[in-house]
């Protein structure tokens, strides 16, 4: 056993150094194509994602992106070559596929696993095929998943966590379309038509982005590519997503039946392709992303014991995502811990890292990057990523020397120029109101 858990280990340290050659072009009708070959398993992992997020709902039809990705595999064709969401399920299961999707404010995105056998990978890459170019958005799904869609509005206007993300996401970004906020009226106006109007628009090649990781020659993976789109319409690229203006700071406390204070500090911060996001990723994990090493944890829980766990992240978007700080406390203490945590970010952002920290925080971050890569679903997530917000190729086999060049200052500057005080919006939910901001 020592043996085998010496040599993974070894295999995923080798895997944070080696290279991952990714090769990319576009297909003759405008999809970007990232790949990379991997013979290791037999084994296909396909990606396309879309600029189709829920920021590119029409102004006056919220929840148009979710609800067309959710029902692309719901029906496709018409008449004898209609297929619905059981067919289709039975047809992946019949080849071992397994199909999946997702939607944030960004992009839209499906992702197919199967072997790499002709007979299994041509007949699930044809399903795929038609469920991006044939959806058929049956009504009665439609139903369906409306009624489920604000079945889940009811719930989560009961859980505080809910409550909180939706205030705190609104008070950041205010009429930005980051920061919208879907009720049932907007759920119960959508039409079939809007589905099929928001498809016909971002569902084209020029807005689409392939990726493929798996046991593939370069040409089988144009074919594929090639194949996957070639019935989707060129269209244009998606518009660029309008400037976040900066909210004002302040706090807003939300009354909740709950034991616990949500809380969450923040602002919006950062883009994906920013400069500063290695610092500010190096310099978080000794802030609030290292668990039981990170100073928040550290003041909060670990000095005071005002909370079970305390946390901050970026989440770098295509326009500025957040920042935030999170944690959950008695109501009666909630004042107390927003303080501590406040005092713990401002002498972050005065004095930065210690040596000491900045060396612990590189060394985790190098030491863990393997685990990242280390299946073909990861690798593609990670490849997919790089292409949609067009970052530098070469960027998984820079990661460890671009971390280990993060110097004390590069993280004080970084946190200065992104994370303003004055700018940060507070909410609490649960417990006593408090006098809003």
Sequence with gaps: MKLIL???????????????????WNTANGARVLFVENNNLP?????IDFAAGSAFDPPARPGTAALTQGLLDAGIGQGKRALDDNAIADRLADVGAQ???GIDAD???LHLRVLSSVSEREAALGLLRQILTEPSFPPAVLERERARAIAGLREGMTQPAAVLNRRFGQLNYGDHPYGKILSEADLKRLTRQDLIDFHRRFYVTRNAQISLVGNLSRAQAEAIANA??????TGNEAPPLPAVSLPKGGLERIPHPSVQAHIAIGMPALKRADPD????????YTLGGGGFNARLMKEIRDARGLAYGAYSYFAPMAAEGLF???LETKAEQAEEAVKVAQDTLAKFLAEGPSAAELAAAKANLINSFALRLDSNAKLLGQVADLGFYR???????TYAARVEAVTLEDVRAAFARHVKPEHLVTVIVGGKPAPSR
């Design 6 to 24: 010496t040599s993974l280990l070894t295999l995923l340290s080798g895997l944070a150094h080696a290279g991952v050659a990714i090769e990319s």
């Design 43 to 47: 084994m296909l992992d396909v990606q």
């Design 99 to 101: 199909l999946g999707g």
């Design 107 to 109: 992009r839209a995105s």
């Design 228 to 233: 996957l789109v070639a019935g989707l319409p």
């Design 277 to 284: 996001l290695m610092a500010l990723t190096v310099g978080n």
């Design 324 to 326: 935030r700080i999170g």
């Design 391 to 397: 970052r530098p190729l070469d960027a998984l086999d």
